[in-house]
């Protein structure tokens, strides 16, 4: 049996855990640039406010019924996400954390999962302040599908197998995890409109509607587990850091300072996966929903040797981005891929290689040991910049409560709303 232990309206539930006032009050949180409402609570979505609004065409709504908005605040949802999955750990051996607010865990050797469930329920409610759903199965898809019901119940945890044919029959063939709207669309047209019938359609039907990937899911709504746990997840084969900036930006120094912050992030992800890369692309792009002029380039290289260096990365990227930077033009976002990835055990390397690079690679990586002792704000390189005006807006976040010294809540510090 396969666990799926979902977070319920996570971003929000991060909020609330230092703010319990706003517990069933309407909250919702927004994206980049204090964009669009991608989370929200219970109370926000009964007033209508819909996942990925623009903030701008519900501000007057949210003002009207008193809903409290916030800026994402990353660092203290990843660190919120590490906690809940150590808890979840020690219930289990083999897990795959599947997204920053979902784990798939398996419960093979539990007799009463019902219980075990609503054990993990407590103690991640209690240790982290964070509600969880819980939905179990025989297979990832109908855990999910059990995940989804058990959100609307009271208790919390579910338990479906493939011979519950009134609890799938209930859900449309569009709530089975996997299944878009085209797919939808094209199981509508043959008659399939729940999962139930999604079961028990003939499978050269639906290999010729969806391809191997839809009958994989009607195995596994079947009963059948055909997508395992991933406990060691594969290795990228590209890595892209890009974002939109706080305000538009014409000065080749800034993009510079933001590509430069684009370069060593991207980086720091391959480092810790182990993987090299083979090729580097830059891109810049201007605001396509503004009527100034527009302009967007990219630009890309291989690397006749693998790397995974900050420095020889950053200093290339930067060489790009001046080939690309047009004068006159209004940027609104620009972005670093790392492409071609490898793992090192993958690297056949070069002949006459330069082995006298050591003193570089000790350079790299006390950098990385003051980071993972002190913060990722603790030392960077000069070509980050230091003020940073192009950088995003988040002028709703609140504190980083567990990740910043300088944040860490205290009594009598104005937590109280009043």
Not at 28 to 44: H, K, P, Q
Not at 255 to 267: G, I, K, P, Q, S
Not at 296 to 320: M, Q, V, W
Request: hydrophobic residues 35%.
């Amino acid at each position: 049996m396969i666990a799926l232990a979902d977070c319920n309206n996570f971003y929000v539930s991060c909020e609330r855990v230092f703010k319990p006032w706003l517990n069933e009050k309407p909250v919702i949180v927004l994206s980049n640039n204090d964009g669009c409402a991608i989370a929200r609570s219970n109370e926000a979505k009964r007033l209508g406010i819909k996942m990925g609004a623009p903030y701008y065409q519900v501000k007057e709504l949210c003002q009207k019924n008193r809903v409290s908005v916030f800026s994402s605040n990353y660092e203290l949802y990843g660190d919120m996400s590490k906690r809940v999955v150590s808890i979840l750990m020690r219930f289990t051996s083999e897990a795959e954390i599947y997204s920053i607010d979902e784990s798939f865990l398996r419960l093979d050797q539990i007799h009463d999962q019902i219980k075990i469930a609503q054990k993990m329920r407590k103690m991640v409610l209690k240790w982290t302040g964070i509600p969880i759903s819980i939905g179990i199965g025989p297979t990832k898809t109908l855990a999910k599908m059990a995940n989804r019901m058990a959100k609307k119940q009271d208790t919390g945890c579910l338990v479906i197998r493939e011979s519950e044919k009134s609890l799938i029959g209930s859900v449309k063939v569009r709530g089975v995890w996997g299944i878009g709207k085209m797919i939808e669309e094209k199981l509508k047209r043959i008659g399939i409109f729940t999962a139930l019938d999604l079961i028990n359609a003939p499978a050269p039907i639906i290999r010729k509607v969806g391809g191997a990937q839809l009958e994989r899911t009607q195995k596994e709504l079947q009963g059948l587990q055909c997508i395992s746990i991933e406990q060691i997840p594969e290795p990228k084969k590209n890595v892209c850091c890009s974002r939109s900036f706080g305000r538009t930006v014409t000065d080749l120094e800034e993009l510079e300072e933001a590509v430069a912050n684009h370069a060593v992030r991207a980086t720091q992800k391959i480092r810790k996966e182990g993987s090299l890369t083979y090729g580097l692309q830059v891109f810049i792009m201007t605001n396509r929903f503004s009527k100034d002029p527009q302009y967007s380039n990219l630009k890309t290289i291989g690397f006749d040797e693998p790397s995974d260096d900050p420095i020889r990365i950053l200093s290339t990227a930067k060489e790009l981005l001046r080939s690309i930077y047009r004068k006159g033009y209004s940027y609104k976002k620009a972005g670093v891929l790392l492409l071609n990835l490898r793992t090192r055990d993958q690297d056949q390397g070069l002949l006459f290689r330069d082995h006298h690079d050591e003193k570089r690679k000790r350079f790299v990586k006390a950098l990385e040991s003051i980071k993972n002792t002190y913060g990722t704000s603790s030392t960077f390189l000069a070509a980050q910049g230091i003020d940073r005006p192009w950088d995003m807006k988040r002028h709703r976040r609140s504190p980083r409560y567990t990740t910043n010294w300088n944040e860490i809540p205290a009594i009598g510090n104005g937590l109280d709303p009043s």
